[in-house]
């Protein structure tokens, strides 16, 4: 183990945990309006670590509780997209002809359009954004690359000798398939997972800044950072409480990415 | 007596970029049961592909021609629908190929390999699979049989790897075993080692064998009889030691005089002149008379059929009908 594999699970096994534990760490409720009159805008102190923001709320509180909104929706959306990425590349890679085609041109007109944009223009349709609605359309827009990367990784398991000889010795199609070519394409499929919760959670924060990802009052980073938006002079430890924990996290989840991809395949690392 | 495997006509082609290959041209040959036949020739000659084609292995673009036709056990295997052809692979006809390194599944345990064979083939219990991929271990010489089964592949030398593959290939008993290139990627030592268990375990499971070699050192020693292929060809067969006494097709005795032997007066080792042509463009005829020291005018306009040339013996060659050449 590479000490980046041994730094990056450090980092996101501390990020879980806390997602985790959150309402044991948080020292206030996340939505509690602690004290409208003098509360509001305080900048770090003993009392808030983080401050506090426009409503009096305290922000580690916020901070700690956005964890378990952002990891949640991101890791159930990257479930969902490597799941359907895996499904459609292996499905292309294996039947090839025409169907391959016409999956891998599908896919090349979901590429084409900027991921952020398609989000946009369906969030934008879909009147009154709920946090499942946000998950499923970020699911389902996130597997494009993947199913490309399983359908090139499956064209260059299936021509390997192991699976004619697997073949050869009467074993199923199905088993093939589900023993053999699978768990061969393992490597980059949980590397691309990893990185892609990363990423997921920068594109959800993107939304909720922009106001259409976690509707408020439930915490998440993106929405913390649109909460100090006003407020980037005067107080800024609002959109930095929020956008500290973007970054942190995203380079945990790289940090990982890289280190599993060093570990599982030093080849191509 | 009916041949346990009857290949009539196979003709494998493979569309490329170059034009129409035909790997393996109106190939016929009888295995019979307890048999071992050595196909023989050089790279490229088609004895590979003649493997493949017997458990319709071959991926497009390649494809078996219509008129071919494969007989095993009185059942013709190139019509036969997917479910009973996967029966066929691995319990009637098995395989053991060229490179052990590559031919097992490097993320899987050398005992889930074989038990997977086993329950693709038979309703057994796992406990009962893993008693029988165990003896069948210990069967091809690997020390310590139980630990081994929890060993990945990478952790095996090339020689265990294909003692492992023997073990697959035999695991449901089949009827004829196929060979093919099996010791081409292992040390000398190691390589004698697996033709011994090969003839022994061949002789035990009372399996015919279809041994595929370039190397006619290695058939003289296991094989009853050898069909030379060159060019997609079948151009001689004979018993063994009748081939060795006196190889009636030149190409037979070309590959002869290649090999070095350790018997008899020392001599320089010769090589037919040229190589295999490609097979997009097989010569016109007789598809060795730009190589053939005999060739004259008939071997250049027409191509001989296999000739009958003595006792269990055929050649693809003008000179059995027309011996007096040989001496000029």
Redesign the interface.
């Known amino acids: 183990m590479s000490r980046r594999l041994r730094l990056g699970t450090a980092l996101v096994g501390a990020l879980v945990v806390v997602a985790i534990f959150a309402p044991a760490l948080a020292p206030y409720d996340p939505i509690a309006q602690l004290d409208l009159m003098d509360g509001r805008n305080l900048p770090p102190s003993g009392a808030h670590p983080l401050g506090t923001d426009l409503y009096s709320r305290d922000l580690l509180s916020r901070v700690l509780h956005g964890a378990r909104v952002s990891l949640t929706i991101a890791t159930i959306a990257v479930v969902l997209s490597i799941t359907l990425g895996t499904v459609v590349g292996l499905t292309a890679g294996l039947t090839g002809g025409w169907v391959d085609a016409a999956l891998m041109r599908a896919v090349d007109a979901g590429l084409a359009i900027p991921r952020i944009f398609l989000l946009l223009a369906v969030l934008a349709l879909w009147e009154g954004i709920s946090v499942l609605a946000l998950v499923l359309v970020l699911g389902l827009t996130g597997w494009f690359g993947t199913s490309r990367l399983v359908r090139a990784e499956v064209q260059s398991v299936r ?4 699976i ?9 199609p199905l ?1 093939l398939v589900l ?2 070519v699978l ?2 394409t ?1 490597a980059p499929i949980i590397v691309s997972a990893t990185l892609g919760v990363g990423y997921v959670i920068l594109v959800e924060a993107g939304l909720s800044y922009l106001g259409m990802g976690v509707p408020p009052p439930l915490p998440s980073w993106g929405n913390i950072i649109r909460d100090g938006h006003p407020f980037l002079v005067l107080a800024p430890w609002i959109s930095a409480a929020g956008g500290g924990a973007v970054v942190l996290t995203v380079m945990a989840f790289t940090v990982l990415g890289d280190g599993l991809q060093e570990w599982l395949d030093p080849r191509r690392a | 007596m009916s041949a346990l495997l009857q290949v009539r006509h196979l003709t494998t082609t493979f569309d490329t970029a170059a034009g129409v290959a035909r790997a393996v041209d109106d190939v016929s040959f009888d295995l019979h049961e307890r048999e071992t036949l050595a196909l023989v020739g050089e790279s490229g000659c088609g004895k590979s592909v003649t493997a493949l084609s017997l458990l319709r292995l071959v991926e497009p673009p390649g494809q078996i021609v219509h008129g071919s036709s494969i007989r095993f056990g009185g059942r013709e295997l190139l019509t036969l629908p997917p479910e009973d052809l996967r029966q066929v692979r691995g319990a009637g006809i098995a395989i053991v190929f060229q490179e052990p390194g590559t031919s097992l599944n490097p993320v899987l345990t050398v005992g889930l390999q074989i038990t997977e064979t086993i329950h693709a083939h038979e309703r057994v219990p796992k406990r009962e699979a893993r008693e029988r991929a165990v003896e069948l271990l210990r069967l091809v010489g690997i020390a310590d049989a139980p630990q081994r089964m929890r060993s990945y592949p990478h952790e095996l030398s090339g020689g265990m790897r294909q003692r492992v593959m023997i073990a697959i290939a035999l695991s449901c008993r089949p009827k004829v075993l196929i060979a093919d290139e099996p010791t081409t990627a292992l040390d000398v030592t190691v390589q004698a080692q697996i033709l011994e268990l090969l003839a022994e375990l061949r002789d035990r499971f009372a399996m015919a064998m279809l041994l595929i070699t370039h190397n006619l050192g290695i058939a003289a020693g296991i094989a009853d009889r050898i069909a030379v292929m060159y060019a997609g060809r079948i151009v001689e067969t004979a018993p063994t030691g009748a081939l060795f006494r006196e190889p009636l097709h030149p190409y037979t005795a070309g590959l002869l005089r290649a090999a070095p032997r350790l018997d008899g007066p020392a001599r320089p080792v010769a090589a037919s002149p040229g190589s295999v042509p490609p097979a997009t463009a097989w010569p016109p005829a007789c598809r060795f008379h730009p190589r053939c020291p005999y060739a004259w005018d008939r071997c250049r306009t027409d191509e001989p059929s296999l000739l009958d040339g003595g006792p269990a013996r055929e050649a693809r060659c003008w000179l059995v009908a027309e011996p007096l050449r040989r001496k000029a």
């Open positions: 021509g390997r000798d192991f004619a000889a697997a073949c050869a010795a009467g074993v199923g088993r023993r053999h768990p061969n393992a």
